[in-house]
């Protein structure tokens, strides 16, 4: 049975840091790229990034990139979403996943196969 479980959540201000992690089981966790997407109140689920089966690669969505970290451990089955200058818009509940592909080519546009429940960041001003 496939879990991915997101924890590190909670409440922020504006240019604080986070970091979020997502344990995983149920499945062959070093094949596959991982994921993070996330949901604002009101709006659209969006893609936030990925990191690919050996974590060489990472992606990132333009409102993130060069605030945002992802990194992954193999050996304990866990990916971490490193969140840094966070602001008011990055509130939204965070998950993380699989789209149960080596590199994660399709996650953008494709979503995940597999999602966690969420973990909720609210950032304030």
């Known amino acids: 049975q496939v879990q991915l479980v997101e924890s590190g959540g909670g409440l922020v201000q504006a240019g604080d840091s986070l970091r979020l992690s997502c344990a995983a089981s149920?499945?062959?966790?070093?094949?596959?790229?991982m994921g993070w997407f996330r949901q604002a109140p009101g709006k659209e689920r969006e893609f936030v990034g990925c990191?690919?089966?050996?974590?060489?690669?990472?992606y990132y969505a333009d409102s993130v990139k060069g605030r945002f970290i992802i990194s992954r451990d193999n050996a304990k089955n866990t990916v971490v979403l490193q969140m840094n200058s966070l602001k008011p818009d990055d509130t939204a509940v965070y998950y993380c996943?699989?789209?149960?592909?080596?590199?994660?080519?399709?996650?953008?546009?494709?979503?995940?196969?597999?999602w966690g429940k969420g973990t909720l960041v609210t950032v304030s001003s």
């Open positions: 149920g499945f062959v966790f070093s094949r596959y790229a």
């Open positions: 996943g699989t789209d149960r592909d080596p590199f994660g080519a399709a996650m953008r546009r494709n979503g995940m196969d597999y």
């Open positions: 990191i690919s089966w050996t974590g060489r690669n990472t």
